[in-house]
């Protein structure tokens, strides 16, 4: 069964489900994949149909191509989407949809990456169960190089699965790493040749489909519960930092420089 674009309401992202296993495709191949503002809308109410789908056991999230899983939000958009402090918290809201869509899935998610998996990307993969990733993908954060301020949930997303010091790196540095660099972080379960990747994914989603749902359920639920942080933390300082990334000459730098295709000049101000 497609579902195509008549369930997601763009061409963007598309869902075919086979045999209780459904693909979830971000359909963005001319901008590698990058999360527009159509995707992100359309991407709660999609995730919201997988599961009450009950045909649906396993979903698989993929990039369409070869070139990259997602390669991060579509920076050509910040002006208009990340810029002003209402246009942020548009934004900011749509992104915690996202978030609560992801919590609520119920089923396993196996991410299958290839090519670029950066910035919102990554965070995108990090929100399934399971990564495998082929040996020619590349991974990173690169917020740093843009001014913007990196979310306090992508934070404690991302250290989920990392150290602290390996999340300072990856943070501080903005740089992008491969692979074999991302299954010794821990980011990934595993690394395959690109050949294999597709059979390798599916033959673990239909191991899965396989089992007894309740069971897998149970289980997702209980490594979530004891993935959650033990208590609150006072997240005012945080959110005035991030909020003073954007509102920063640093922020405008990183946006100019991107569209000009050369290296940020940034001050600190």
Known sequence: MNWSTDQTGTDMLLIDVNAAIATLTFNNPSKRNALSAEMRLALPAALAALKADEQVRVVVITGAGDKAFVSGADITEFAEHRTSPQARAEFDATMAAIS?????????????????????????ALHADIRIAADDSQFGIPAARLGLGY????????????TPAQGAEILFSARRFPAAEALQMGLVNRVVPPEDLRE?????AADIAANAPLTVAAAKAAIREAARPPQPHDLARVEAMIEACFRSEDY???????AEKRPPMFSGR
């Open 200 to 204: 390798e994914v599916m033959s673990l």
């Open 100 to 124: 609560r869509a992801w919590a609520d899935l119920d089923k396993p998610v196996i991410a299958m990456i290839r090519g670029f998996c950066i910035g919102g990307g990554l965070l995108t």
């Open 252 to 258: 405008q730098e990183g946006h100019r420089a991107f």
């Open 151 to 162: 979310g306090y949930s992508g934070v404690t997303t991302l250290l989920s699965l990392v």
